[in-house]
């Protein structure tokens, strides 16, 4: 049985299913977890579909070590 994407309760220990979606589910749990800054990317979702066994744990350490080496520009 795969998990349900959409409405099933997701936790860092959630393990990413051939049935994974970008739902709206799923965006929830990341933007609380990353921060109001979370956005899908491309290369993050080819990350996440690269039939590397991971969990949503790993989606949100990754997200964060993307996005932590993103500089803000200076004026």
Known sequence: ????WH????SHATEI?????????VRRFLLA????????DRAL???IGDGGAKTMGDV????????SMVQV???
């Open 1 to 4: 049985m795969t998990f349900d």
């Open 7 to 10: 409405g099933g309760v997701i």
């Open 17 to 25: 299913d051939a049935g994974y979606r970008n739902t709206q589910n």
């Open 33 to 40: 977890q990353c921060g109001a800054q979370f956005r899908f």
């Open 45 to 47: 979702m080819a990350w």
């Open 60 to 67: 949100v350490t990754e997200w964060k070590r993307r996005h």
């Open 73 to 75: 520009p200076t004026q």
